[in-house]
């Protein structure tokens, strides 16, 4: 019968995407949030961003606080790293994609066997992309402690990833594997020698900007052995670039977070890879938030928690300024969910 075909076309119905309800809310801040990055500690929720060029200007790392992942608190003019190092130039108010992360460092009986592995040892690490002084490297990776989450951190005098001969390196992301080793994922951010267009990388030949992984030591700072390329913008969908990695880990499976296409345009969104290994064979899998997706505009720059649930990104909200927005994804297989 009629009615009997109309029953049996509505699961297709409702099964249609652009039906289906999706977890991001936002902007949670109205003001400019460029690149977030998320930790819990405690009950409270840190969310921390790099320099705005609109708001709170002079102010290097913005942070902000939430108890619920909702409702969030924006703490202005409170600087999480207001002292720089000798090899950034301050004249560029360019400081970028900060990443939070706590450190965590095995406790051994004086005898052979381990107490506890997972015990934190009451440092806070910040990455952070910072302008240097050289043409050939606009922007490198610097590194920043702190004994509390929510600062003042001190920066190293050294930067922790600055390839010259490559452009300089941007969006670095600490990831800690279930068996305790740390690495470190990051941009070679090659687009800045480019031949000009978007992000300057849209004119013939495309450059390479890669993202890298480190393994680095428990001090999440020394580096252990080579880097390993995980992607590069080798698909029509990438665009001019990919950058803003973040890696998290679930049963057999790791999770690369990343943006492709360019920050200044709607094309920018967060894609993600798969792979059985954290230092190779990824394969792309698809965009999980773009332009349309629940009204966003140009989503990118996301981090995600290492409960692998919370999430957060920034968007684009029409007047160059881009707000913090939060979801909740679901792993599944090589598939992720919002």
Known sequence: SLFLAWTAFLPSLYAAPLLQKRSESGPHITTDFPDPSILRVGS????????????YKSTHIQFATSTDFETWTLQPGNDMLPDLPSWVDSSKNHIWAPDINHLVHTFLLLVVFIIDKNQDDGRFLLYFSAPTYDTNAPHCIGTAFSDSVDGPYTPD?????????????????????????????????????????????????????????????????????????????????????????????????????????????????????????????????????????????????????????????????????????????????DSVSA
């Not at 409270?44 to 708001?55: E, I, K």
């Not at 792309?284 to 720059?301: A, D, I, M, N, R």
Request: net charge negative; glycine share 14%; hydrophobic share 30%.
């Open 157 to 333: 005098e050294t930067s922790f990833a600055c390839p010259a001969d490559q452009g300089g390196a941007i969006d670095a992301s600490g990831f800690r594997d279930a068996d305790g080793t740390r690495y470190v994922v990051y941009k070679i951010d090659a687009n800045s020698l480019g031949h000009g267009g978007t992000c300057n990388n849209g004119v013939e030949p495309i450059v390479p900007t890669p993202i890298l992984i480190q393994q680095v030591e428990s001090d999440g700072v020394t580096k252990v052995g080579d880097t390993s390329e995980l992607i590069t913008n080798d698909s029509p969908e990438d665009g001019p670039l990919v950058e803003g990695p973040s890696l998290i880990h679930s049963g057999d499976t790791y999770y690369l977070f990343y943006s492709s296409n360019c920050f200044t345009t709607t094309n920018y969104d967060v894609a993600y890879a798969t792979s059985s290994s954290p230092t190779s064979g990824f394969t792309k899998q698809g965009t999980l938030f773009g332009t349309g997706y629940g009204g966003l505009k140009g989503p990118g720059g996301a981090d995600a928690a290492f409960d692998n649930s919370h999430f957060a990104f920034a968007a684009q909200k029409g007047d160059g300024r881009r707000g913090l927005y939060t979801a909740q994804i679901t792993l599944s297989g």
């Open 44 to 55: 409270t929720w840190y969310a921390f961003a790099g320099q705005s060029l609109y708001d």
